[in-house]
């Protein structure tokens, strides 16, 4: 029986759905991107820690591309310490709620299942997150669940029912281990569908598009390419308040332009953290969210210019 769509699930299958006209991805693509990677190293190889246990490998994720290539102090010490708050729970809560979502036998009411993640969360304590949900009273904690179920719910309404045929894998773990396990380049992928080449990564969002969110998936389908030989056929952003879905189909090109980012990003990263390379300073928007901004003449100068240019 061939399954009948809203006209937002329809948008999101039309978008992600196979298509006939496939990027080709010339074969040894992988191997050629890998050595460039690990040729790219060998000038600081020197300053790795010895990779003989987990703790003892240079780590870098997403973020840490991101920030290395947006202001190098920022990378070194803006970042501060992370804190969960109520706007940054939501997203993990909803997450954990899809996850869930997909493999129940029989359906069950979004604010059931929202505060069943939500307990189930706060009970963990693995997680970080526990030890701030624990802390909300019962206002916070209501009004938190009202959040989360009405963004679960949308995404219900705008998300095609997910099927165990797309082998959907939720919340799954990525890595690429370089120079000889001493570099781990890590990240979590929130959707997976299909299998290579077939595969989908999706990538959840709560909040405004960001070019880094193009970079971030990218990075994903590299690291998925570099493990398994085939890359993955799209990648997408799906932000669940707004339903926007924002795709992206991998080629070749894709693949080598996230190659080289990693690669300049990753060797840029271990002098700086390793090295003890000066930082280059890029003050941009980061610098409000800086945490040594206080203390950085360039991002306090940049601030004053902006705030001035706004008229604050
Ligand atoms: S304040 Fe701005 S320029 Fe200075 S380190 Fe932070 S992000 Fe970079």
Not at 154 to 170: D, G, L, S
Request: charged share 25%; with cysteine.
């Amino acid at each position: 029986m061939t399954e009948t769509y809203n006209p937002a699930q329809q948008k999101v299958i039309d978008m992600l759905g196979r298509s006939s006209d496939r990027p080709e991805i010339p074969t040894g693509l992988a191997d050629e991107l890998r050595a460039d990677i690990e040729n790219s190293l060998l000038p600081v190889m020197h300053l790795l820690p010895d990779g003989s246990s987990y703790e003892k490998r240079f780590f870098l994720n997403k973020q840490g591309v991101t920030n290395v290539h947006s202001c190098e102090g920022f990378f070194i010490g803006g970042q501060g310490e992370f804190e969960w708050t109520h706007a940054n729970c939501k997203g993990t809560i909803v997450h954990k709620t899809i996850e869930v979502s997909i493999n129940l036998r029989q359906p069950m009411p979004p604010t059931d299942l929202v505060e069943e993640s939500i307990s189930r969360l706060s009970n963990d304590s693995s997680k970080s997150i526990s030890e701030f949900l624990i802390t909300l009273d019962e206002y916070d904690r209501a009004e938190l669940v009202g959040e989360c179920s009405g963004l679960f719910t949308r995404f219900t309404e705008c998300f095609p029912p997910i099927k165990n045929a797309w082998i959907p894998q939720v919340e799954s773990s990525l890595a690429l281990n370089l120079a000889g396990n001493r570099i781990r380049i890590g990240g979590k992928v929130d959707l997976a569908l299909g299998r290579p080449p077939d595969k989908v990564i999706i990538d959840f969002k709560t909040g405004h598009p960001s070019l880094a969110h193009h970079d971030d998936l990218r990075l994903y389908a590299l690291i998925d390419f570099l493990a398994l030989g085939q890359a993955p056929r799209k990648v997408a952003s799906y932000y669940l308040d707004s339903t926007d879905v924002h795709q992206e189909d991998i080629s070749e090109t894709i693949l080598r332009s996230a190659a080289r980012r990693l690669q300049d990003g990753l060797v840029r990263a271990i002098e700086l953290k390793l090295g003890g390379a000066e930082p280059v300073l890029r003050p941009a928007a980061l610098c409000r969210w800086c945490a040594i901004s206080a203390d950085c003449p360039t991002g306090l100068e940049y601030l004053a210019q902006k705030n001035e240019a706004e008229g604050w």
